[in-house]
């Protein structure tokens, strides 16, 4: 969360949300629990192995795969490996600079990475070419287009969706035939805010910089739990914690109907 | 790497001997670096850390200074030779990750607001790592913390929480981490108000719950350690300012 810059605007921000929080009111009519519009359009990119392109209120941002032959990690010899990279281009907002990433994009990338890994929603067992030598390496590599706040939830449908169309470009480096890449499960990683007391889902851009605390929670279709990390600094109790586990299972299952039309 | 072991838990006991809800043994040293305004060696099984705490002081850039308060930084770092593979020096994308999640756990219990202008820094070297490194180098830049003479509301503690063989256990060691089911690092002050929580690994809603109870037992009995420590080291100067050890 954001501090210090632009100190004035952002108390009198926080002072209109607070107030309207008090009401039980969003700026942009929301309820808490609701989610801005979202659209998922994949196969954007014909030059990627798997690609969706998001939109989730203001905010969008493209998803690409590339899947490549590589060495496995020597502890998993016979097991693919799952790669994912954010960049917080300055193309996307104000704030971004260029250079290498910071640890807000380094820690956005490592969140739905667990999400993605943790679910093991893709069989990477599947994905060894010649155990302890060569195996497929999938690089997602998520480009943020425009900020408009909670780029995690934005970034881990993406990427699943563009996992869920992603081919092994088998036949490209004289492999055997293309195959679809085997996606067991639609993990989801689902952001909620404190603040004023409230819990908000999908918190949109000036919320996200007021939020003393935010929780994100990556679940499954059967709704076990496959990541969390708390960020910011403000405390949360463990009533907090589990209440917040259920608005994001329950965002999750709504978001995953999205998938079946896709 | 070791291989996986096939079970986990036999009879109860963890391949270490200890039972599901016990931790691995914990060394605490206070102030062992003179040149720190304060520090704290602390050992948890086979991990062994280092923290150190600076300030407050200057904090350079300017541009960066906070002029309501202290600007806490924190940098954790493994020592290249503190694994098995040798690790490249510098920091890591998982130690970034790491030192922010860690700063954040001790935001909110540092007074800043008395200390505009300065940089709070903490520091923490894993020297030997076996599983539960940042809730070592939590648990010791804590009493650094403390050490250095910080006003803080409390101690921040902390402990992982994990499931393997389906069951949830407390404070996992390298082999539960490696291969086990799921791993939940965990801090809190003494009040049980969660300043870090994260997860990794697959677990249920139900699970969960009797994760984060587990993780407020194993937390409390740190803290308990931790406030020991403090009473050892400066219990006979406190009393002799007129205070009592409660």
Redesign the interface.
Same mark, same amino acid.
Request: net charge positive.
């Given at each position: 969360m954001s501090s210090g810059d632009n100190t004035v605007m952002a108390e009198v921000q926080r002072d209109h949300l607070f107030n309207l929080v008090l009401k039980g009111e969003r700026a942009d009519g929301r309820a808490f629990d609701e989610f801005r519009e979202i659209t998922i359009e994949t196969r954007a990119i014909d030059t990627a192995d798997g690609s969706a392109m998001v939109t989730l209120g203001d905010t969008r941002l493209l998803v690409g795969i590339k899947v490549q032959p590589g060495e496995p990690f020597p502890d998993t010899p016979d097991k693919g490996v799952i790669i994912v990279n954010i960049e917080l281009i300055p193309l996307a907002s104000p704030d971004y600079e260029a250079g290498p990433p910071r640890e807000g994009a380094i820690e956005i990338a490592r969140v739905v990475d667990r999400g993605i890994r943790e679910s093991e929603s893709i069989d990477l067992t599947k994905l060894c070419i010649t155990e302890g030598e060569k195996v497929w390496i999938i690089f997602v590599d998520i480009h943020v287009l425009n900020n408009g706040g909670n780029i995690i939830d934005a970034a881990s449908m993406g990427a699943i969706a563009a996992l869920l169309t992603t081919t092994i470009p088998a036949a490209r480096h004289d492999l055997g035939e293309d195959t679809p890449l085997p996606v067991r499960d639609i993990p989801l990683a689902v952001t909620t805010i404190e603040f004023g007391g409230e819990m908000m889902l999908d918190p949109s851009l000036d919320e996200e910089k007021i939020a003393s605390t935010s929780l994100i929670v990556a679940t499954n279709t059967d709704g076990s739990i496959s990541g969390m990390q708390k960020t910011g600094a403000e405390p949360l109790t463990i009533d907090q914690v589990m209440r917040v586990v259920g608005m994001a299972q329950t965002a999750a299952s709504e978001i995953r109907k999205k998938f079946m039309e896709v | 790497?070791s291989e996986k072991p096939e079970h986990f838990i036999i009879d109860g006991k963890r391949l270490d001997g200890r039972s599901r809800d016990e931790l691995r043994p914990i060394k605490i040293e206070l102030s062992p670096l003179d040149r720190a305004d304060g520090s704290c060696y602390l050992e948890w099984g086979r991990n062994k850390v280092m923290a150190a705490v600076y300030g407050p002081r200057e904090l350079h850039p300017r541009h960066r200074q906070?002029m309501t308060g202290a600007v806490v930084q924190c940098r954790y770092n493994m020592a290249s030779f503190s694994v098995d593979?040798r690790i490249r020096p510098g920091p890591s !994308? !998982?130690s970034?990750?790491i030192?922010?999640?860690i700063r954040?756990a001790f935001?909110?219990v540092v007074f800043t607001k008395f200390f505009p202008k300065t940089a709070i820094d903490i520091y923490i070297e894993v020297l030997r790592a076996d599983a539960g490194t940042r809730t070592a180098g939590i648990n010791a830049a804590s009493l650094a913390l403390a050490d250095a003479g910080i006003p803080m509301r409390g101690l921040v503690s902390a402990c992982a929480v994990g499931k393997v063989d389906g069951e949830i256990v407390l404070d996992l060691m390298k082999e539960e981490d490696?291969f086990g089911e799921?791993d939940?690092p965990i801090a809190?002050?003494a009040d049980? !108000?969660?300043?870090?929580?994260?997860?990794?690994? !697959?677990?249920?809603?139900e699970e969960?719950?009797t994760a984060?109870?587990l993780a407020?037992t194993g937390c409390t009995t740190v803290y308990e350690l931790q406030r020991q420590a403090l009473i050892e080291k400066y219990g006979d100067e406190y009393r002799a300012e007129g205070g009592s050890d409660e």
């Open positions: - | 790497m906070n593979e !994308r !998982r970034v990750e030192s922010k999640v954040q935001e909110h490696n799921a939940v809190m002050t049980n !108000r969660i300043t870090l929580l994260q997860m990794d690994g !697959r677990m249920t809603t969960f719950y984060l109870e407020k």
